[in-house]
């Protein structure tokens, strides 16, 4: 079935079979080569124009079947391969029934996928298999543009999913083959070569790029999902929980998706000091912790220099302040993350927030875009040294009836530690004395850890019904969650208040822009405890028996416990190799970071930003609709006088003749220097002009002067092929030559 209409092909054919030089019908033989002629062109240029667009749908639609079903994309695949085998071989379309049949069996398979046609995720679904379904009835013109305007919806709808920069040249790539073909559909008679039309749809891409620029910077911002449905109009995204079991941080481990980058003003901690403060965790079920929901009590803050006041809940040392900006990714999710102990909200212009009692910091919505925040943490704090121990006993809470072996060994920790301790009783306070005991049994705890063979693994074994047990006698392997858990369970066990803090720990500094990149692989749960008169402490189980974890981050770690070949990459660190490919990553992740925040985290206030430079001070809807306008008429001006005014190439063939007629005026007029007879005139044919010219020119130059005119009427005149063409110039350019020589 041919790609272009019945009355397109008619009128081609008339066009195309009748001869350039000459309004006569030619013999019925002679126009029914003609017509022989003309079928087979239109034959090639249809297969060769539906296989262009046919691979332009695969380049569009390659982006979605990493997050479509399978079904789906098989189904596209399909609808495409049947298509070019028809366009192939030349058959007809099917009944226009049967794709009418294929929507509705296509709407029936899509609501029990989704339970519904509408929405995002359903929608997008739908409209490519109706986008497949398009390609069995493409008989008019019409159906051409359908399709073309179908892929650039489908296009759009690929930033739902992902709008990194790589999807960015994607999808010009796309938009480029797309315009390619709806360039080729506007030639009816004469088509030029594909060089052509490709560079003609490039230039187009090429004059919207400053347009486009110009609505991004001047366009209002909108607030809000790209998707107009609420229900789902945020997917799910990797990252932490409000639970964590056995395994859960195994799996964000094997993840590099950046979770946020921070860049610090005036000292950046060191690694050690990075621990990035997320959801916090009290309640344990035997299996998994969730957070503890309590009353929420406002914090108050004091200097380290004040003077004592025991209504106080936090103090901080102002020595150990760390100043820094975050660039949060999208998470879904309401909490923030701050380095350490952040006493006061960070600040921010797209949501507000505020500290709980737990020190964890979260936001007043959730985190549906890119969000920059600024925060002050302090490295040196107390926290809760002047709460009261009744009200720690929500984080003294255990499961009956779970891990019996773990509260046997509290049982021998407390008693062991009672006989060494029974002479220091009655000569210290008994807060002091309590606090020391507590910190006591926390060493042994942590000797235990460090002593007694764990192993840092991101495969452990599986646990059961009594999983700190099994993890704490058994098998003795884990990652950072079976430490944290098990730590914080048998501090309970020990009547020590603690609680799970999960969060981020470490991240690696840029050299190239200076940020801190915090990925999802270095999600961390670590254990704090609370000690009478001291108030809560930071207590990380992992750092016993992988050091390098805190140090120098998960993949090292990883690599000295288990030797994982993933993680020594080329001969590892330090071979020539590995150092190159951490340069190239580092730039590559720098780019994007600018991507990041100068185009996809490009909000009000950035706008707002940049047009202060640009001398608007006031921003609102009429200011930017003037500066739009007027921004649109100096781009539209520009491009109008690039394509008005451009410079007309001549046809080298016309230059080189012209070079012919002008050696042999010189020879004709040697022989009458006085008169400019010999010169062509504009209107004069070559044949003409050499006849008038002949008997003037010397003997030996007329045999070439023959030659070369007739070669040139041979070029201009004659009907030839690609190669053909190609051979004329070349004999036409090397007779000029020899002409002139």
């Given at each position: 079935?041919?790609?272009?209409?019945?009355?397109?092909?008619?009128?081609?054919?008339?066009?195309?079979?009748?001869?350039?030089?000459?309004?006569?019908?030619?013999?019925?033989?002679?126009?029914?080569?003609?017509?022989?002629?003309?079928?087979?062109?239109?034959?090639?240029?249809?297969?060769?124009?539906?296989?262009?667009?046919?691979?332009?749908?695969?380049?569009?639609?390659?982006?979605?079947?990493?997050?479509?079903?399978?079904w789906v994309s098989a189904t596209v695949v399909a609808l495409i391969v049947w298509r070019a085998w028809i366009t192939w071989r030349g058959h007809r379309l099917p009944h226009r029934l049967l794709p009418i049949a294929l929507t509705c069996?296509?709407?029936?398979?899509?609501?029990?996928?989704?339970r519904t046609i509408f929405g995002k995720d359903a929608g997008v679904a739908f409209v490519v298999i109706l986008l497949g379904l398009k390609l069995l009835e493409m008989r008019a013109r019409r159906d051409i543009f359908v399709v073309i305007f179908l892929c650039l919806f489908v296009m759009l709808t690929a930033l739902f999913e992902s709008q990194s920069m790589a999807m960015a040249a994607v999808l010009m790539v796309g938009l480029w083959m797309l315009v390619t073909a709806l360039v080729s559909v506007q030639f009816v008679s004469r088509e030029p070569r594909w060089r052509v039309k490709a560079s003609m749809a490039a230039r187009l891409v090429l004059y919207a790029l400053p347009l486009m620029a110009a609505l991004f910077v001047f366009f209002p911002r909108v607030e809000g999902p790209l998707w107009g449905m609420p229900s789902d109009a945020y997917a799910a995204k990797t990252g932490l929980s409000e639970t964590m079991s056995p395994g859960s941080f195994g799996r964000l481990s094997e993840s590099r998706e950046i979770a946020f980058r921070a860049r610090f003003t005036g000292r950046t901690p060191v690694p050690a000091e990075r621990y990035w403060r997320g959801p916090v965790l009290g309640v344990f079920d035997g299996r998994a912790w969730t957070p503890l929901t309590s009353s929420l009590m406002p914090l108050r803050v004091r200097r380290a220099s004040a003077s004592t006041n025991a209504s106080r809940n936090i103090v901080i040392d102002p020595a150990s302040a760390v100043d820094y900006s975050v660039t949060l990714e999208p998470s879904n999710r309401p909490w923030l993350f701050a380095l350490d102990i952040l006493p006061e909200r960070p600040t921010s212009s797209a949501f507000a927030a505020r500290v709980r009692p737990d020190l964890q910091v979260v936001a007043d919505s959730l985190i549906h875009d890119r969000v920059l925040y600024t925060a002050r943490s302090y490295t040196r704090y107390r926290v809760g040294g002047d709460e009261s121990r009744a009200r720690m006993q929500d984080w003294l809470e255990l499961p009956p009836g779970f891990n019996p072996r773990t509260h046997a060994l509290a049982a021998?920790?407390?008693?062991?530690?009672?006989?060494?301790?029974?002479?220091?009783?009655?000569?210290?306070?008994?807060?002091?004395?309590?606090?020391?005991?507590?910190?006591?049994l926390i060493d042994r705890a942590i000797a235990m850890i460090r002593t007694q063979g764990f192993v840092y693994t991101l495969d452990p074994p599986p646990l059961g019904r009594d999983s700190v047990d099994e993890f704490l006698f058994d098998s003795k392997r884990g990652y950072c969650e079976h430490y944290a858990s098990a730590f914080v369970v048998l501090m309970r066990a020990l009547d020590i208040p603690a609680r799970v803090v999960t969060g981020y720990q470490g991240g690696e500094i840029n050299p190239v822009d200076g940020y801190l990149e915090?990925?999802?692989?270095?999600?961390?749960?670590?254990?704090?405890?609370?000690?009478?008169?001291?108030?809560?402490?930071?207590?990380?189980?992992?750092?016993?028996?992988?050091?390098?974890?805190?140090?120098?981050?998960?993949?090292?770690?990883?690599?000295?416990?288990?030797?994982?070949?993933?993680?020594?990459?080329f001969g590892g660190?330090?071979?020539?190799?590995?150092?190159?490919?951490?340069k190239t990553r580092f730039n590559w992740d720098a780019v994007g970071n600018a991507w990041n925040q100068w185009v996809l985290a490009y909000n009000t206030d950035r706008q707002s930003s940049l047009l202060s430079g640009l001398g608007i001070e006031k921003i609102d809807w009429q200011v930017l609709t003037i500066a739009l306008i007027i921004t649109f008429g100096a781009l539209l001006a520009g491009i109008g006088a690039l394509t008005v005014f451009r410079r007309v190439r001549p046809d080298p063939m016309v230059m080189l003749y012209d070079k012919a007629c002008a050696t042999l005026a010189r020879a004709a007029r040697?022989?009458?220097?006085?008169?400019?007879?010999?010169?062509?005139?504009?209107?004069?044919?070559?044949?003409?002009?050499?006849?008038?010219?002949?008997?003037?020119?010397?003997?030996?130059?007329?045999?070439?002067?023959?030659?070369?005119i007739a070669l040139y009427e041979q070029l201009r005149c004659a009907r030839h092929d690609a190669g053909g063409g190609a051979t004329l110039r070349a004999r036409f350019a090397a007779s000029v030559a020899a002409l002139r020589s």
């Open positions: 079935m041919s790609l272009l209409p019945q009355s397109w092909r008619s009128s081609s054919a008339g066009l195309s079979s009748r001869p350039a030089a000459s309004f006569t019908s030619p013999p019925s033989r002679d126009r029914a080569v003609s017509r022989v002629i003309a079928a087979i062109a239109r034959r090639e240029r249809e297969v060769r124009d539906m296989m262009w667009l046919l691979l332009t749908l695969v380049w569009v639609l390659a982006p979605h079947a990493l997050v479509l079903p399978s069996v296509a709407g029936i398979a899509v609501w029990l996928q989704y021998q920790m407390q008693a062991e530690a009672g006989r060494s301790e029974a002479g220091l009783a009655g000569s210290i306070e008994r807060t002091n004395e309590e606090a020391r005991h507590n910190r006591a915090v990925r999802q692989r270095d999600a961390h749960a670590w254990a704090e405890v609370w000690l009478t008169g001291e108030g809560w402490m930071r207590v990380d189980p992992t750092a016993a028996v992988a050091p390098d974890r805190i140090e120098r981050g998960t993949a090292e770690a990883l690599a000295d416990a288990q030797g994982f070949a993933g993680f020594k990459v660190q330090g071979s020539w190799l590995a150092d190159l490919l951490q040697s022989k009458d220097a006085a008169t400019h007879a010999s010169e062509r005139h504009a209107s004069e044919g070559p044949r003409a002009y050499l006849a008038r010219i002949r008997e003037r020119l010397p003997e030996p130059l007329r045999a070439r002067a023959d030659a070369t």
